[in-house]
């Protein structure tokens, strides 16, 4: 069956660490895929994209890898604070006419 | 408008009611999509359209959920004899288009409780 996984369901680290988040998938062939940030209460909001043919995707503090092999893509959070405190959110698509998958999403905390 | 907006932002209802609820995407967004989203899962898919036509509605659970889209800008998600199993968030959501270079433009929600 499809499966996307993140393989964290809440993840602590302290102020000004990096935070890696991972999101595998099973039994999809993603032609690209999308982070989100999640605040309690609101929608999700997008982040980032990569394509297939990316290795890695980065805005800001942001970093996203995509390996298509491992089908698994990681998403960093450099020099982290407290207001990147959120659910973050992995999706995915097979094609331009297929609507995005949302994974479970990871609860992170930054500790100050 | 300057995001997409969602009406009412909470709803309780009893089992049996019926219930429409409300989307307005951002303006020329041809793109709208339906997913709703219960306690610590992940957003999960109903229906999505481009312009007035559903695209695709394979997420919609059974035939008590329907949605329309009749100008190609507002739509309403409709939801016949209510279930507590419907109780959860529902999310809309729009897009330029729906290539593949567009993230989604969500809305806060609106919150159904089904009692």
């Known amino acids: 069956s499809q499966k996307i996984e993140q393989n964290s369901e809440a993840l602590n680290i302290q102020e000004g660490k990096t935070a890696t988040l991972t999101c595998n998938y099973t039994?999809?062939?993603?032609?690209?895929l999308q982070w989100y940030r999640q605040d309690p209460g609101r929608g999700p909001v997008f982040l980032l994209l990569?394509?297939?043919?990316?290795k890695e995707k980065r805005k800001e503090r942001l970093k996203v890898t995509f390996d298509t092999t491992l089908k698994q893509s990681l998403f960093h959070i450099t020099a982290s604070q407290p207001a990147d405190s959120a659910t973050y959110l992995c999706?995915?698509?097979?094609?331009?006419?297929?609507?995005?998958?949302f994974g479970k999403g990871t609860r992170l905390s930054v500790i100050a | 408008g300057a995001g997409v907006s969602q009406t009412p932002s909470n709803k309780v209802t009893e089992k049996g009611k019926y219930v429409e609820l409300r989307c307005d995407p951002i303006?020329?967004?041809?793109?709208l999509y339906w997913y709703r989203q219960s306690l610590g899962q992940g957003p999960e898919f109903l229906i999505y359209?481009?312009?007035?036509?559903?695209?695709?509605d394979s997420g919609l659970p059974n035939d008590r959920f329907f949605a329309v889209r009749p100008e190609g800008s507002v739509s309403t998600l409709k939801i016949q004899r209510t279930e507590r199993g419907d109780s959860a968030v529902y999310l809309c959501?729009?897009?330029?288009?729906?290539?593949?270079?567009?993230?989604?433009?969500f809305g806060s929600g609106t919150r159904l409780t089904v009692v």
């Open positions: 999706a995915l698509r097979n094609s331009g006419n297929t609507p995005l998958v």
């Open positions: 990569i394509r297939e043919n990316e």
């Open positions: 303006s020329g967004h041809t793109a």
């Open positions: 039994n999809y062939s993603p032609a690209y």
């Open positions: 359209f481009q312009g007035t036509g559903a695209a695709d």
């Open positions: 959501a729009s897009s330029p288009g729906q290539g593949m270079n567009y993230g989604y433009t």
